[in-house]
């Protein structure tokens, strides 16, 4: 009775995910509270103004974070949301959507709701990570009908660079850009592109939203800019128009807090930020010289730790949580082919995620 698309496995897992802190309200992060609430109580939000690509001050602050023209911006309650909008938008079922390996699990799940078939294409690490581009040349078929990167890609921290996007853009395909984590950079990274939008490309989707560029997943408001050629964009408008006229899904009070909540979440996205870089180097540290290296990242929340091959990842977690009582995400929850992989958030309290960096030191040197 029920779809083969929303079939999943119900085997019981055995590790908390929550501990590994993704959250970023259950973290002591500071928050402007007062004047997010006073934001919120706007009373033109008793008004219902339904408005297919959001209310047009609303896209116009949406606009800025990316540097596109208000006009080809809309609103989306969030990425996941977006992904889902763009997967209806430009495939049929069974077509195909190529992806970055490794990356975040979600977008097979995204897909297959929308009867999208996922096909990967490699990330190498060879002290830095690379976008392999043949990879990308092998994968696309005749029912290939987008190509989605991730700046900065998630769990590994590699920005796109600009060389690389044009490579992906000169497929003629369109380019699904998630941006979220674009604000957080552990370092300078020069060739790195602030945008999709910067590049030129058949057809350019960028994506962004309040979950991570100010700490709020609560709020549900996402945006993403279309660029491209001219003729392209218009008739791409036209057919999202026609698909967000459908839900409607943005709540009228976020759209008019819109332009005062990404101002006030500087104050959260700033000690983000100093937050991230410090785990990031404690963590580096904290390995230096042991069996277990932190692999470059040049952005993002997390850190990949790659660990000695004595053993599997899902043992080494266990034995991790078990003896040293720290939950970790092992590499293969986000498609990493090879093992032992750990990855952590580096959105841990910095004292947690130093004891959490320390005990994983005394597992790597009994090892």
């Known amino acids: 009775m029920?779809?083969?698309?929303?079939?999943?496995?119900?085997?019981?897992?055995?590790?908390?995910l929550s501990?590994?802190?993704a959250n970023p309200t259950d973290l002591e992060?500071?928050?402007?509270?007062?004047?997010?609430?006073?934001?919120?109580?706007?009373?033109?939000?008793?008004?219902?103004?339904?408005?297919?690509?959001?209310?047009?001050?609303?896209?116009?602050?949406?606009?800025a974070t990316l540097g596109a023209p208000a006009s080809q911006v809309v609103l989306t309650t969030s990425t996941s949301e977006a992904y889902s909008l763009l997967f209806k938008l430009l495939c049929d079922p069974d077509d195909d959507v190529l992806i970055p390996e490794p990356s975040y699990p979600l977008f097979e799940q995204l897909a297959q709701f929308e009867s999208v078939r996922i096909v990967p294409y490699r990330l190498l690490y060879d002290g830095a990570w690379h976008v392999e581009l043949d990879s990308i040349r092998r994968a696309i078929g005749p029912r290939t009908k987008a190509i989605v990167v991730v700046s900065p890609n998630n769990p590994t921290g590699n920005y796109v660079k600009r060389d690389e996007l044009h490579a992906i853009a000169e497929h003629g395909l369109p380019i699904i850009s998630d941006e979220v984590f674009a604000e957080y950079n552990l370092r300078d990274v020069p060739g790195?592109?602030?945008?999709?939008i910067e590049v030129d490309g058949e057809l350019m989707f960028a994506l962004n939203g309040l979950s991570k560029l100010c700490g709020m997943p609560q709020m549900k408001a996402g945006w993403m800019a279309v660029t491209g050629r001219s003729a392209r964009v218009e008739e791409t408008l036209s057919r999202l128009e026609m698909l967000l006229d459908s839900y409607l899904s943005v709540g009228t009070p976020v759209q008019h807090a819109l332009s005062r909540l990404i101002r006030v979440g500087e104050t959260t996205r700033s000690v983000i930020r100093t937050r991230i870089r410090t785990n990031y180097h404690r963590a580096v540290l904290a390995l230096a010289n042991s069996a277990a290296t932190v692999l470059d990242a040049e952005g993002g929340w997390y850190a990949v730790i790659r660990l000695p091959r004595v053993d599997t990842e899902t043992n080494l977690a266990l034995q991790f949580l078990e003896e040293h009582g720290v939950f970790v995400h092992p590499g293969h929850f986000f498609d990493f082919l090879d093992e032992p992989y750990f990855v952590v958030s580096l959105l841990t309290p910095e004292l947690e995620f130093e004891r959490g960096m320390l005990e994983l030191r005394k597992m790597v040197d009994h090892l």
């Open 2 to 16: 029920l779809s083969r698309r929303t079939a999943h496995s119900t085997e019981t897992n055995p590790f908390f």
């Open 19 to 21: 501990l590994t802190v």
């Open 29 to 63: 992060l500071p928050y402007n509270e007062e004047a997010i609430l006073a934001a919120l109580a706007d009373r033109r939000s008793l008004r219902y103004e339904p408005e297919p690509f959001g209310l047009p001050h609303a896209r116009s602050a949406a606009a």
């Open 192 to 196: 790195r592109v602030r945008s999709a």
